[in-house]
């Protein structure tokens, strides 16, 4: 863990201790910065249900995944500089082998975690073959999109803004380390209740949420959460299971 100052008056990492407070962060730019792109993934999950309700063609649902990932993928660029907590790769190594060793042990949880009262729900997960066959392409925009934007767009979401504000209104000036337990608790459940898989997801977003607290660094959860992403799409891939995508 890394060392830390008295808390009493250290900042969260990467904030100047001059930031101005924010009163109702809710309506500040810096809390709608985090949502946005939130914001929109969650639109275009909710048009896919709608389109496969109204009984759109497959092929134009297979393509709404592209069309998600872009439209967030926009949006973290052209809002990056409001992220100044990303702004520079900080981890130090141990901080990365323990992010990645996390990322690595949700995977096997979410594949292990699948008995029917386990799930909320269902779905066939996304399918990327085409005529019987994987479409490169498809599962390429997929593969990375979960494992390169996604995480940014989540953590960004639920550990920076939202298990923040909870803590404090204003919560650029809160240190991850001092996120109180109800601060920590709701965003996980919700985080969980967000998939298909809950209980998976409560633990991937406890595993996430107690990566932030303790290297109070964003970048932590982020490459957990990438890591996830990225090795269950490859067992996806491999698999056949497409339930998990």
């Known amino acids: 863990m890394t060392e830390r100052h008295d808390k009493r008056s250290a900042p969260a990492a990467g904030i ?16 709608w910065v985090r949502i946005l792109p939130f914001g929109v993934f969650i639109f275009f999950l909710v048009l896919g249900d709608l389109l496969a309700w109204l009984g759109a063609a497959r092929a134009t649902l297979l393509w709404l995944y592209p069309l998600q990932s872009g439209a967030v993928l926009a949006l973290l660029i052209v809002l990056w ?10 981890l130090p190594i141990p901080h990365m082998l323990a992010a990645a060793g996390v990322g690595a042990i949700v995977t096997v949880l979410w ?20 005529d019987g066959r994987i479409d490169p392409l498809l599962a390429a925009i997929r593969l990375l999109g979960a494992t390169l934007v996604v995480p ?10 939202l298990m923040r504000w909870i803590a404090r209104a204003d919560f650029r000036l809160v240190d991850p380390a001092r996120i109180g337990f109800k601060a920590f608790v709701l965003p ?16 991937a977003g406890s595993a996430y949420g107690l990566l932030y ?20 799409g490859i067992w996806v891939l491999a698999t056949g299971d497409w339930a998990f995508w």
């Open 16 to 31: 100047s201790p001059t930031a101005r407070p924010l009163g109702r962060a809710i309506l500040e730019r810096a809390a």
């Open 111 to 130: 594949v292990l975690l699948d008995d029917s009262w386990m799930i909320a729900g269902s779905g066939p997960g996304y399918d990327p073959r085409v």
């Open 188 to 203: 996980t459940l919700l985080f969980g209740v967000e998939h298909h898989l809950w209980l998976a997801g409560v633990l």
């Open 81 to 90: 500089r409001e992220y100044d907590e990303l702004h520079r790769f900080t």
């Open 213 to 232: 607290l303790r290297h109070r660094n964003l970048w932590s959860p982020v490459l957990g959460h990438a890591v996830t992403n990225g090795l269950l």
């Open 152 to 161: 940014v767009m989540e953590e960004l979401f639920w550990r920076s803004f």
